[in-house]
């Protein structure tokens, strides 16, 4: 990608990230406090009212939210990108991907200003980096190259299907309540367990907790169905997005 491009998927980026906040009064802030609303709200059900036996379960919980919320921004903005950028699709050539991709950086910045936060609680817990810690990256990439192909799914269909929007949402919502996010995979009898390795999001949250708490699975298994789950998603969206992109300026 030359660099032309790769500036303007800085500026894209670094646009919607601001206007994303324009004339709040808590600004970039609320990044902050949406996750971790969702997180005083269920840390107070499920560890005053449903106590689950989970060692420093405000991080377990907290770090599921965290990712959980990354993968929904990221999906549900792009599904809108391609129409705030409506009027430079018809005017101007560059590669369609492009707007796609500034959609999913601008959502990443939140993330990694939410995990940030969640390494001040790291710290006033007393939980401290170790060994595995280096599976971060990984998981962090699969992460990332996981929604953005989900993204370029999403966001091409949309287009096309109003009602994509929609039934992505409720997708969401079911989707977040089936994936061990708020409770652990040893609350589900075992031999339901193998089901949950066709789930990527939870492989990718298993692996979070692995590396930052110590907490959950990872296997050689796990970690290859994860990379595995990244690059079929990734190609398969790149694959969608390209084929359909020569119609996005008569869609929009």
């Given amino acids: ?38 997180f005083g709200t269920l840390y107070l059900v499920f560890s005053i009212f449903m106590r689950f036996d989970v060692e420093n379960y405000h991080l377990f919980l907290l770090l599921g939210i965290v990712v959980w919320t990354f993968f929904s921004e990221s999906t549900l903005n792009s599904m809108q990108s391609l129409y705030s950028k409506s009027n430079i699709l018809k005017k101007i050539y560059f590669p369609r991907t492009i707007v796609v991709i500034a959609s999913n950086f601008t959502t990443f910045f939140g993330f990694l200003l939410n ?22 990256l990984f998981y962090v990439l699969c992460l990332f190259f996981i929604s953005l192909g989900m993204s370029y799914i999403l966001s091409a269909l949309n287009l096309r299907f109003l009602d994509i929007g929609h039934i992505w949402r409720i997708f969401l919502q079911i989707g977040f309540w089936i994936t061990p996010i708020i409770y652990p995979l040893s609350l589900i009898p ?3 367990h193998n089901y949950f390795l066709l789930n990527p999001l939870y492989l990718i949250i298993e692996g979070f907790r692995y590396s930052l708490l110590g907490m959950g699975t990872v296997t050689l298994l796990t970690i290859f169905l994860t990379l595995f789950y990244t690059i079929v998603i990734f190609v398969l969206g790149t694959l969608i997005y390209k084929k359909l992109s020569y119609k996005f300026a008569e869609w929009v």
């Fill in 1 to 38: 990608m030359s660099s032309y491009y790769t500036n303007l998927i800085r500026q894209f980026s670094l646009t919607d990230f601001k206007l994303k906040y324009h004339g709040s009064v808590l600004g970039y802030l609320w990044s902050l406090l949406n996750p971790l609303l969702i």
């Fill in 190 to 192: 075992e031999q339901y």
């Fill in 115 to 136: 995990l940030f936060v969640f390494f001040i609680f790291m710290f006033f817990t007393g939980v401290g980096f170790s060994l595995q810690t280096f599976l971060l």
